[in-house]
């Protein structure tokens, strides 16, 4: 098996994994923990929003009839009947010639129609009983609309969006103090290898430090999943796989780094031989980490990934982040590729397509992709200042200079100065 | 005070209160907790990576020399001397006519100088005792040399950087099992306003639910600080000092939402007349948000933004989110804007420069700028879409669908479909 692996494409191997994954289980958060969460259901406005007319600025709410003589050399002078704060209910309906002042956001007095900034009267003083209209206005004018925003009942967030903070502002708006969003899926990860040593431990020769465990981790838990750290892995067979058939009960699902290439001690390229495991893909074109592997024991998906730190990276940004937000309830599970110019030829002809982290630059209003320059599929120096993969297809010459490329984006781009 | 504020520039506003801003102490945390956080010193590497030369793949480790006659069709054969795991310390040098089989990351052994993948080689079996070198290599292929990836004492991150997965990895490599990071800073935030109620009270009218304090608590916790909630701030001067003076002792920064404008109960425009008070700015030249306000009191810098949830949430990004990265240690505490064509016209002219908030669109390489169509300031249901600020300059007749425009992102774009 290990040695005639069939080869599917990316898309191919999403869409088999795709195909297993469940969406978690609703439950209820308050909305203070609610963040970076995924709705559950879709959410409406449960009054109108603004649920009252009110003024959109301090000044003075008037009658516009009141107001069509008025001019910046003849001001109209109206009695000031009432100040309406923002918070209270005014007490006084106006009627013709009066005047009350207003602050931003508070309720409009009935009969009142439109708004006069304070810039545009003539006050004598803060408080006094009269004040004079510099310009007409229409009726309407400078005032906010009950309903005018959000009508009750319209959608204002739906099944499947993150919650960010603008999210929150809305949420709170409406009076959902608690929200149902899907479970955060429990990530079991572990790492395969005799060779690696704690981060703690001392290097001895023939030995590295465990550095993909750390990084899983933090993507796991960026990505919206809760990870778990079980021991290492070891080599024999038997002993993995009951490991593994334990861990199994607590996870959702199972990521593991190293262990599913062709070598003698892989652990993990061993399993896929077993008649309890069914294969998802377990070779799959593109460099680095075509080994990259997937499976289901016992009804649960495990993600193999190489150890190899940037190709266990580019498998973790390919498969299993949006195979966490399928789990974790998202509507667009896969981030979108979009297209920019290579900024550099990258001209070498690949047998599949390759991924190369780099960075997005932007001039005049044109997306570059600038590649780290980086052939060493583990090179981990250049691993935290990469923001994208640039898709080098298979085949051909590579790309040229200024030539379009596609590109997957994992991080914010920081738009970095060219050059 | 209040109608004669002085105008500053954003540029302007943000340089006299960055000016007032200090980096944060340093603390040490452990690595699994030390994601996200602001790297205090620059980090170096404690060895050579790789820190041994060894195997890149899986196969078999030779020597160069022994190679030179072999061929597809007539392969060299070589003793098998041992098999080294990765992790392993290669008892055997290989002397002329020997192989050594090898595993991806193993220690490669004395006098070996080059590695031949399984798959061109001819292996009677697994275990073999000779082997069959179908190509010739050269010195050195297939190795991954000592010190070839990162050398020792090279900066493998710089003080100052945010600590991403990818730099976890790197950190761990280098057995920094400890980090020594900057404090974060230690966020008050306040709401003013007799309107507000709790996200969990009945609306009565004239009332509206407090929506700034859920999303300004979000982006302060994203944005790196700790979010302290502290009680709404009453509207009598005097009450309010008094809270604001003992709130700044728990604090490095005070933020507060509201009572910045021209009104009779803006409580937070009246305190800048207070003797006690160091005002920065009152005034600043962008639509929304105009009355942001910062100010010193007690040596503590105070960022009151405006009560208006749009015009709120670009104060923040224009000055809490930079004004939290420089308290807590980031190099480049503001981000970049870039430039992107506006995707539709907005043909109005403004008085100041206009933000608009939207999002980013890619079409063959080129960044478009989409807004909202959100002309009111305060529209909560367009929030949670936004990710970018689009600068409208001041004066003219807006800018022309297809003009290139200034963009401020504030979130990774989701590159959503054009139309």
């Given at each position: ?345 990258y001209a070498k002809p690949c ?41 080098i297809?298979?085949?051909g010459g590579g790309k ?20």
């Open positions: 098996m290990r040695f005639s692996r069939q080869m599917v494409t990316v898309e191919e191997a999403w869409n088999s994994l795709k195909g297993r994954l469940t969406i978690g289980r609703e439950e209820e958060v308050p909305l203070g923990e609610a963040y970076g969460r995924i709705l559950a259901d879709d959410v409406h406005a449960t009054c109108d929003l603004p649920h009252f007319d009110r003024s959109p600025l301090d000044g003075f709410a008037v009658r516009a009839a009141d107001t069509v003589l008025a001019a910046p050399d003849q001001p109209v002078r109206l009695k000031v009947v009432e100040t309406i704060a923002a918070g209270a209910v005014p007490a006084v309906a106006l009627t013709e010639g009066c005047a009350s002042r207003i602050m931003t956001g508070a309720m409009m007095p009935a009969g009142a129609d439109a708004v006069i900034m304070f810039e545009q009267t003539e006050q004598l003083a803060a408080q006094a009983p009269e004040v004079g209209i510099r310009r007409q206005l229409r009726p309407g004018e400078n005032v906010s609309r009950r309903g005018e925003e959000i009508a009750q009942g319209t959608v204002i967030a739906r099944a499947g969006e993150k919650i960010n903070a603008g999210t929150l502002a809305v949420l709170a708006t409406f009076g959902y103090s608690r929200v149902t969003v899907v479970g955060k899926p429990r990530v079991g990860l572990l790492s395969t290898g005799i060779e690696l040593v704690d981060v703690d431990q001392p290097l001895i020769p023939g030995k590295i430090r465990n550095s993909n465990a750390f990084m899983l981790s933090a993507l796991i838990a960026e990505a919206g999943g809760v990870p778990l750290l079980f021991p290492n892995l070891p080599d024999e067979l038997a002993v993995a796989k009951s490991a593994i058939a334990k861990h199994l009960q607590q996870v959702d699902v199972l990521i593991t780094s190293g262990g599913v290439s062709v070598g003698d001690f892989d652990v993990m390229a061993e399993l896929t031989d077993e008649p309890e495991v069914d294969l998802l893909f377990n070779r799959v074109a593109m460099r680095p980490g075509s080994p990259t592997t997937a499976l289901m024991v016992a009804g649960k998906p495990i993600i193999a990934l190489s150890g190899n730190p940037g190709a266990c990276f580019l498998g973790f940004e390919l498969f299993v982040r949006p195979a966490l937000h399928v789990l974790a309830g998202a509507s667009e599970p896969r981030r979108r590729t979009i297209r920019a110019r290579l900024s550099i030829a047998p599949y397509p390759r991924y190369l982290r780099g960075r997005l630059l932007e001039k005049d209003g044109v997306l570059y992709a600038q590649p780290d320059f980086n052939e060493k599929a583990g090179n981990l120096g250049t691993l935290k200042d990469s923001e994208c993969f640039i898709i297809p298979a085949g040229q200079a200024g030539e379009l490329v596609e590109v997957l984006t994992h991080a914010a781009p920081s738009w970095r100065q060219e050059g």
